[in-house]
C-alpha cells in the first residue's frame, strides 16, 4: 500500500479519479490504547463500524482482545483474521444455523439475547451447553444519542424478570447488556440505562457476572462536540460499583465508532459544480450513507496546493449516481472559489462510513492509501499531542 503524509501530496502525485480511502493506523491504535488502559473493564470492538482486516490487526496489536460481531460472516472473518481473538456474538437475533456454526466451529460462547425464543433457539443450537456466556438485553433510552437504537433491540421491563431467570439456568455465565444509541453525547445516558439494569437485577434476583454497557461512545464531528471520553468511563465505572453484583462480576462496553472514526477519511474530486452544490465522486452509496441519510456532518477541506483566500460559505453535495437521493446537504463549509477539478477531503469516515461503501451504478472504489498526518480531529489528542499536528481542524 502506498503511504503519504498528506492527502495535498497524494492528490498532486496521483490526480485520482476514483475516491481514494485515507486510512490512519496511527489513529487507530491511540484510540485502542485509549480504551485499553482508561476503560474500567474489557472494551470489545464492535466489527461492524468498520470490518476492514487491516484495522483488526491494528486493534489487536494494540491490545483489543474482545470482538462483538453480529453475524456469521464477521464469525468467520474474524476467526480467518484474529485466530485468538475472543468472539461475543451480540446480535439478539440469529440464524439459528449462526449460531450453531459459531459455537461448534468457531468456539464462540458469548451471545446476546432479548427473547425466550432466541434463549430456546440458542439452548438447541449449541446442543443444551454448559459453557455459555449469555447476555440479556434490555431496551434503554436512546434519548441522548444522535441515532437511535432504542426500536428494534431489548426487553422491556415486563419482561425482563423472567428472561433473566430462564438464562441464568441456562448459562454458565449471566450478563445483562444494553446499547444508548450511537454517539451518545452525554455520560447520563450511561447512568440512566446502569438504573435499569439495576431495577432489573433487584427484581430478577439472580447473579449476574457480565454487565455489557455496549457502545454508543462518540467521536467528534462539526456541531457535534462531546465530553471527553474520560467523563463517561468515570460515569460507568461508578454506577457498576453501585450494583448489586459480586465483586468478580465484569464489566464490558462495545465501542464501534469511538474505535475507529478518526482511522479514515476520504479523498474525493468535484466533478461539476453549480452554484453552491458541488457534484463530488463519492456519495450516499459510497461513504457518505449518513451525510445523506441522517443529515451528519463531517468535517471537509479544500485540498488545493495555493491556499485559497476565499472565505468560506456553505455547500451541499451531490454524489456520482443518477439518483436523486444522493444528496449531502450538508451544509459544507469551504472557500467560496471551489472548482470542478479541485479535491476535498472528507474527515471522519473511518466508522460506518466505509463500511457501507456499495458498487451501486458502478461507482464503488477500493482505492486506499495509508497517511502519517494526523485525522482531521480527534477526541484522543492530549494538549501537547494537539500543539503538534498542523491539520487538525477545530471544530
Ligand atoms: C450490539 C451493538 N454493539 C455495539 C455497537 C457499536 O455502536 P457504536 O458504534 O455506537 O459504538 C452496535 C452498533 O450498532 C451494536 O448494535
Known amino acids: 500500500m502506498h503511504s503519504h503524509h498528506s492527502a495535498l501530496g497524494l492528490a498532486t502525485a496521483l490526480r485520482p479519479v476514483q475516491p481514494v480511502t485515507l486510512i490512519r493506523p496511527h489513529a487507530a491504535r491511540r484510540a485502542a490504547r485509549f480504551f485499553v488502559e482508561k476503560f474500567p473493564g474489557t472494551a470489545m470492538y464492535a466489527v461492524k463500524a468498520n470490518p476492514s482486516p487491516d484495522l483488526l490487526k491494528v486493534l489487536w496489536d494494540s491490545g483489543v482482545t474482545h470482538y462483538d460481531v453480529a453475524s456469521i460472516a464477521e464469525v468467520r472473518l474474524l476467526s480467518e483474521t484474529l485466530p485468538e481473538a475472543r468472539l461475543c456474538f451480540m446480535h439478539p437475533v440469529k440464524a439459528e444455523e449462526a449460531i450453531a456454526e459459531a459455537y461448534f466451529e468457531h468456539s464462540v460462547r458469548t451471545f446476546s439475547l432479548d427473547t425466550m425464543d432466541e434463549l430456546e433457539k440458542i439452548v438447541r443450537a449449541t446442543k443444551g451447553a454448559s459453557d455459555l456466556n449469555l447476555c440479556v438485553r434490555l431496551r434503554v433510552s436512546s434519548d441522548h444519542s444522535k441515532l437511535s437504537l432504542a426500536s428494534k433491540f431489548g426487553a422491556e421491563p415486563g419482561e425482563t424478570?423472567?428472561?433473566?431467570?430462564?438464562?441464568?439456568?441456562?448459562?454458565?455465565?449471566?450478563?445483562?447488556?444494553?446499547?444508548?444509541?450511537?454517539?451518545?453525547?452525554?455520560?447520563?445516558?450511561?447512568?440512566?440505562?446502569?438504573?435499569r439494569v439495576r431495577a432489573a437485577i433487584v427484581e430478577a434476583a439472580v447473579t449476574v457476572d457480565?454487565?455489557?454497557?455496549?457502545?454508543?461512545?462518540?467521536?467528534?464531528?462539526?456541531?457535534?462536540e462531546p465530553?471527553?471520553?474520560?467523563?463517561?468511563?468515570?460515569?460507568?465505572?461508578?454506577?457498576?460499583?453501585?450494583?448489586?453484583?459480586s465483586y468478580s462480576a465484569e464489566l464490558w462496553c462495545e465501542p464501534g465508532r469511538a474505535l475507529c472514526?478518526?482511522?479514515?477519511?476520504?479523498?474525493?474530486?468535484?466533478?461539476?459544480?453549480?452554484?453552491?452544490?458541488l457534484y463530488i465522486n463519492d456519495g450516499a452509496y459510497g461513504a457518505l450513507f449518513d451525510a445523506a441519510h441522517v443529515g451528519w456532518r463531517f468535517p471537509v477541506k479544500l485540498v488545493r496546493e495555493e491556499i485559497s483566500d476565499a472565505k468560506d460559505v456553505a455547500f451541499s453535495f451531490y454524489?456520482?449516481?443518477?439518483?436523486?437521493?444522493d444528496h449531502m446537504a450538508g451544509p459544507f463549509l469551504l472557500p467560496a472559489d471551489v472548482a470542478a477539478g479541485d479535491y476535498i477531503e472528507i474527515g471522519m469516515l473511518g466508522a460506518y462510513g466505509c463500511a457501507m461503501?456499495?458498487?451501486?451504478?458502478?461507482?464503488?472504489?477500493?482505492?486506499?492509501?495509508?497517511?502519517?498526518?494526523?485525522?482531521?480531529?480527534?477526541?484522543?489528542?492530549?494538549?501537547?499531542?494537539?500543539?503538534?499536528?498542523?491539520?487538525?481542524?477545530?471544530?
Open 261 to 277: 472514526a478518526e482511522y479514515a477519511s476520504v479523498l474525493v474530486r468535484v466533478e461539476k459544480r453549480r452554484g453552491n452544490e
Open 319 to 325: 454524489g456520482p449516481t443518477c439518483d436523486d437521493l
Open 357 to 395: 461503501r456499495t458498487g451501486f451504478n458502478g461507482f464503488g472504489s477500493d482505492m486506499k492509501v495509508e497517511m502519517t498526518d494526523e485525522p482531521m480531529a480527534t477526541l484522543y489528542g492530549g494538549a501537547e499531542e494537539q500543539a503538534v499536528p498542523s491539520n487538525v481542524v477545530t471544530l
Open 210 to 224: 457480565i454487565v455489557d454497557v455496549g457502545g454508543g461512545f462518540p467521536s467528534t464531528y462539526p456541531g457535534m
Open 161 to 195: 424478570k423472567a428472561l433473566l431467570f430462564a438464562a441464568r439456568q441456562a448459562a454458565d455465565a449471566l450478563g445483562i447488556c444494553f446499547h444508548v444509541g450511537s454517539q451518545a453525547m452525554t455520560p447520563a445516558a450511561y447512568a440512566e440505562a446502569m438504573e
Open 227 to 245: 465530553p471527553p471520553l474520560e467523563t463517561y468511563f468515570e460515569v460507568i465505572h461508578k454506577a457498576f460499583e453501585s450494583l448489586p453484583i
